[in-house]
Nanobody, 119 residues
Framework: QVQLVESGGGLVQAGGSLRLSCAAS????????MGWYRQAPGKQRELVAL???????DYADSVKGRFTISRDSAKNTVYVQMNSLKPEDTAVYYC?????????????WGQGTQVTVSS
């Protein structure tokens, strides 16, 4: 089991920045991958950024060059720094932890945090 607690959402003007935090209940090195997903009204949840336990990262094309995922292992926390925000970044952002055990993926989710970007 992994419990995730997110923080850092809010309202920001276009061009502004926010940093989201996701604190895990256990060592992030025991988690195969942690990432951020988002879901806008009427749309499917989509991957924003992902960091594997080895440190490799993936980003959605729409956020490359603007968002950066990072981690602090001492705090068991993963961050996403979001710069040059656009109104289309408005969504509920969810932290995800994926644990792979016996070739089965176990996904854990945070409660979600709202990010609203005004034009």
């Amino acid at each position: 089991q992994v419990q995730l607690v997110e923080s850092g959402g809010g309202l920001v003007q276009a061009g502004g920045s926010l940093r989201l935090s996701c604190a895990a209940s256990r060592s992030i090195f025991s988690i195969n991958a942690m990432g951020w997903y988002r879901q806008a009204p009427g749309k499917q949840r989509e991957l924003v950024a992902l960091m594997r336990s080895g440190g490799s990262t993936d980003y959605a094309d729409s956020v490359k060059g603007r968002f950066t995922i990072s981690r602090d292992s001492a705090k068991n926390t993963v961050y996403v720094q979001m710069n040059s925000l656009k109104p289309e970044d408005t969504a509920v952002y969810y932290c995800n932890a994926r644990v792979v055990r016996d070739f089965v993926n176990y996904d854990y989710w945070g409660q979600g945090t709202q990010v609203t970007v005004s034009s």
